[in-house]
């Protein structure tokens, strides 16, 4: 079995940056930090970080508690660290020094910094649905990750990406309504299959809006959305195929194209299989 290990969003080298701010707080205001977003302490015994000093000691307490491949857990450290920048900023001993080492430390890992002390990704996660729900969302997860590190250095490794988040997003679907698949079925028959399941195809959509001539539009063009980004990869402007050459005239502005192409493709999919009153339960039912 193949196990995929997912990237920490923050790195090791930011959070130690973050760490040394500590030695000059008082431990009770770094444990208010932390704990003012939700955070506690892990266990002294399961501490991995060694140090005489009590303050970067307690900061890993809580550190290393944190799920940092996990999205909803950076979200709230980052508020944690903004805390940390004002509360630094607000003592008469700091100097601008610091601030240009964490600016420069969160740049690399897809992090900006506003004059105002507030964290904001560089290149924001792609997928505003919550995969909380769903029994495995790996798939999607790792494809995501991808796309957030490739989007404006690598776009044809974000639009072999963007392919990629398509094919697992169906196949997280159909896995969730039990739906068996043929593992070598190809994209255009995954998206045709999942689309059918949920009642979002032209051909079967019910009454009301779901079915009005405005939406059944809008559902033929997301299969013809979804089978151009699987096909604009094949042609080779996406990552996945070796090639003799780079495709020449490939740039950002078509990686954000493909990629946010997809992103509506798999917002209409994971929207409609969460939807407690999406027509495809009552056929269901």
């Given at each position: 079995m193949t196990v995929t290990?997912?990237?920490?969003?923050?790195?090791?080298?930011?959070?130690?940056?973050?760490?040394?701010?500590a030695t000059d707080l008082t431990i009770r205001i770094v444990e208010e930090l932390w704990e003012d977003h939700g955070f506690a302490p892990i266990s002294p015994e399961a501490l991995k970080y060694s140090d005489p000093g009590q303050r970067r000691t307690t900061f890993m307490l809580y550190?290393?508690?944190?799920?940092?491949?996990?999205?909803?857990?950076?979200?709230?450290?980052?508020l944690v660290f903004e805390d940390f920048i004002r509360t630094c900023r607000n003592q008469s001993w700091t100097t601008d020094t610091w601030l240009e080492d964490?600016?420069?430390?969160l740049d690399r890992d897809g992090f900006a910094i506003d004059d105002n002390?507030?964290?904001?990704w560089s290149n924001p996660p792609v997928l505003v649905h919550d995969l909380s729900n769903l029994s495995d969302a790996s798939g999607i997860t790792?494809?995501?990750?991808?796309?957030?590190r490739d989007l404006t250095t690598d776009p044809q490794g974000a639009i072999g990406a963007a392919k990629q988040l398509i094919e697992?997003?169906?196949?997280?679907a159909l896995q969730e309504l039990r739906i068996e698949?043929?593992?070598n079925a190809a994209l255009p028959a995954l998206i045709s299959t999942v689309q059918r399941a949920l009642k979002l195809d032209a051909a079967s959509a019910p009454d009301g809006p779901d079915g009005s001539k405005a939406v059944k539009k809008i559902l033929s063009g997301s299969v013809n959305i979804a089978v151009g980004v699987a096909e604009l990869r094949n042609q080779g402007f996406g990552s996945g195929h070796g090639q003799a050459s780079v495709p020449s005239g490939l740039?950002?502005?078509?990686?954000?194209?493909?990629?946010?192409?997809?992103?509506?493709?798999?917002?209409?999919?994971?929207?409609?299989?969460?939807?407690?009153?999406?027509?495809?339960?009552k056929a269901t039912a």
């Open positions: 290990v997912r990237r920490e969003l923050v790195s090791p080298a930011t959070r130690n940056a973050f760490r040394s701010l550190a290393e508690g944190v799920d940092w491949t996990d999205e909803n857990h950076v979200r709230r450290a980052l964490l600016r420069v430390r002390g507030r964290i904001a790792i494809e995501l990750e991808r796309i957030r697992a997003t169906a196949k997280t698949v043929d593992k740039g950002v502005r078509h990686a954000r194209l493909t990629v946010n192409a997809a992103v509506t493709w798999c917002e209409l999919i994971l929207d409609t299989l969460a939807d407690p009153a999406a027509p495809w339960r």
